[in-house]
């Protein structure tokens, strides 16, 4: 086995007993989700999805990318206060994209009312795998930076534990003590009580907003039970109840069910599923509250992947944070090729080079939540079908990132345990808290590692393709 372990996964026997730890380890800790057939119901549960071994990372890759995650959340709450950046960004991608586009629609009327909201709150992850180069080197790559319901920090924060126990059981005691403690959720938790406390108003609720059908709902209660240990009273409520049950009082405070929201928490309004009209209508209420939205539509068009080409070219760092040179090139260290895909002969060119060599990238469309991207002959069918059409401007082109693969086990309920083929990426979670223009919190909370088989290209843990890890730094 390639990476640390291979001189302990050879006996098969000992590979199964424990997996067999592994699972209990799990279970035991916390590690849960829902199941498929009754996602909304925690009558009978199951583990989540995850590695048997913690896998490889360099140890310099793993600090660079925690580094840089301050630099990138002052990048996001630049980007969110810069309306002249979004709209003339976004103004080729909401001609063509209804979603972006209705998105965009509640974000300038918010701001021609004006906004009553004087506290800001980013949860951001940014998301990264590593390159291998010409010469072998691995090198930080981001892949995306999630604005909005950056999940997993709570089972995360649980998983260390777990493989610490698998090391054990094979006799990698020391190996266990190197496994680096992570708590995302405490560190997310603590931007909600900061935004909560600077919102003024002890008796309001943490309104965490959430989807119709509920699988996650472990890796929510991790950070909600943080906030219930300081006190803080947390309600759960859909886009339905804020239309049915919501209003602003004086100030344009936020009521649902008769309590006052001081901070809305979204774990979901990130894809064109999530809407109907009724939810359009409730999304329009919570922006134009005072409450404190996590994130503000603003922050959330920052995330899109079209601002995420967009900072890619020459200068447009240095103009969304002046004065910050060092910042820029840490930023700048990690991207890799992004590409502009609007009409005009730019765009022609690049469209026939990915026709012409669609191994060599990735085309990635302006959606959140994995399982979007497209790659090989899809993406050359795809392009060579939207080629002279506007709509390719709803797409971005990006270099097709190449990790070194590793042997590892995927543990998933109901499967069989065999070896796979495996790439990892790392994602930094960063919260920010601004207070009008004073920044008043900001800081990487944890790290989340999601490993999949080499043979998926596309789609995280909730998609059903990547499983919790844990880094072992190298």
């Known amino acids: 086995m390639a990476g640390p372990w291979q001189d302990v996964v050879r006996s098969a026997a000992a590979v199964e007993e424990a997996a067999r730890v592994a699972v209990d380890a799990a279970l035991l800790a916390g590690v849960l989700m829902r199941t498929e057939g009754e996602p909304n119901s925690s009558d009978v549960v199951n583990y989540a999805p995850f590695t048997l071994l913690p896998s490889a990372v360099p140890a310099v890759l793993f600090e660079q990318a925690y580094a840089v995650q301050q630099d990138f959340n002052l990048l996001v709450d630049a980007i969110s206060q810069n309306k002249e950046f979004l709209e003339r960004t976004l103004a080729s991608t909401i001609k063509v994209d209804d979603f972006t586009a209705q998105l965009f629609r509640i974000h300038t009327q918010v701001l021609e009312e004006g906004l009553a909201q004087s506290v800001f709150l980013g949860i951001n992850r940014s998301d990264y795998m590593f390159d291998t180069g010409l010469d072998g080197t691995p090198a930080l790559k981001q892949i995306e930076i999630n604005t909005i319901a950056a999940s997993f920090g709570g089972l995360t924060s649980r998983t260390a534990a777990v493989h610490g ?27 909600i009580v900061k935004a909560w406390e600077l919102y ?52 344009r ?95 022609d060119r690049i469209a026939d080079m990915a026709i012409a060599d669609p191994d060599r990238f990735v085309l990635k469309p302006q959606r959140e939540g994995g399982g979007n991207n497209l790659y090989g002959e899809e993406l050359r069918q795809v392009l060579e079908r939207i080629r002279d059409s506007p709509e390719r401007t709803s797409y971005i082109l990006m270099d097709k990132i190449k990790p070194q693969p590793a042997v590892n086990y995927l543990l998933r309920a109901h499967s069989p345990l065999h070896p796979s083929e495996c790439i990892s990426e790392l994602g930094i979670f960063g919260v920010y808290v601004r207070q009008g223009k004073e920044m008043v919190m900001n800081k990487a909370a944890g790290h989340l590692l999601r490993t999949k088989a080499i043979e998926h290209a596309d789609g995280g843990v909730a998609a059903g393709v990547a499983v919790l890890d844990t880094p072992y730094l190298l």
């Open 165 to 191: 126990q698998v090391l054990k059981v094979l006799g990698k005691t020391e190996e266990a003590s190197r496994l680096l403690p992570n708590n995302p959720s405490k560190g997310l938790a603590l931007g």
């Open 253 to 347: 405070r936020l009521y649902v069910d008769g309590q006052e929201v001081a901070v809305v928490y979204y774990r979901e309004g990130y894809v064109p599923k999530n809407y109907d009209q009724q939810n359009w209508e409730a999304r329009l209420l919570l922006e134009r509250s005072r409450a404190v939205k996590c994130p503000d539509i603003a922050t959330q068009l920052a995330g899109t992947k079209k601002v995420q080409q967009e900072i890619c070219r020459p200068g447009t760092l240095e103009t969304l944070l002046p004065g910050r040179a060092e910042a820029v090139a840490r930023i700048r260290a990690t991207f890799t090729g992004l590409y502009s895909l609007d009409m005009g002969e730019e765009g």
């Open 200 to 251: 003024g108003s002890p008796s309001a609720v943490v309104m965490f907003l959430v989807e119709e059908v509920q699988r996650n709902i472990f890796d929510q209660r991790c950070i909600e039970n943080e906030l219930w240990n300081r006190n803080i009273r947390v309600i759960r409520r859909r886009f339905r109840d804020v239309f049915e049950k919501g209003s602003l009082g004086d100030g």
